[in-house]
C-alpha cells in the first residue's frame, strides 16, 4: 500500500468516525489533489481557531479553486464545517474540510 493509499484510507475512515458522509472516492480525489501538503503535519489539517488560516481557505481554495466569489456564504459555508467536524477535534484533515466545502457549494465535478 503506498502512502497516498495509507492516507486515503485513514481520512476515509476518520470520515465514517465523524459520520460525514462523504465518498471514498471522492475523498480519494480531493486528497491525490492536494499533492504532498498531506505528508506535512502543519499542512495537513485546518485550524478553525485561526482566522488567517480561514481566510487562505476561502481564497485559495473556495475562490479560486472552487471559482466562488467572494461573499458572506463563504464565511458561513466554513463554520459550518468546522462545526460539523467538531471544535473540539484538533485533526481537522484539510483534504476532509476541502471536501465538505466542495460538497456544500456542490461543486464535487471540480475534481472529475
Known amino acids: 500500500m503506498s ?3 495509507e492516507k486515503i484510507a485513514h481520512y476515509t475512515q476518520t470520515a465514517k ?17 492536494l499533492g ?3 505528508y506535512n503535519k502543519d499542512a495537513e489539517t485546518v ?9 487562505t481557505v476561502k481564497k485559495n481554495f473556495l475562490i ?4 466562488l466569489e467572494n461573499s458572506v456564504a463563504l464565511d458561513d459555508a466554513i ?3 468546522c462545526e460539523t467536524m467538531g471544535r473540539s477535534n484538533r485533526n481537522k484533515y484539510r ?6 466545502l466542495a460538497k456544500e457549494f456542490n461543486k464535487e465535478e471540480v475534481y472529475a
Not at 48 to 53: A, G, H, L, Q
Not at 95 to 100: E, K, P, R, S
Open 95 to 100: 483534504a476532509l474540510f476541502y471536501a465538505l
Open 79 to 81: 463554520k459550518k464545517v
Open 47 to 55: 485550524s478553525c481557531s485561526d482566522n488567517s488560516e480561514l481566510e
Open 3 to 5: 502512502k497516498l493509499d
Open 36 to 38: 504532498p501538503s498531506i
Open 17 to 33: 468516525t465523524l459520520d460525514l458522509e462523504l465518498d471514498e472516492a471522492f475523498i480519494a480525489k480531493v486528497t491525490a489533489a
Open 64 to 67: 479560486k479553486k472552487l471559482g
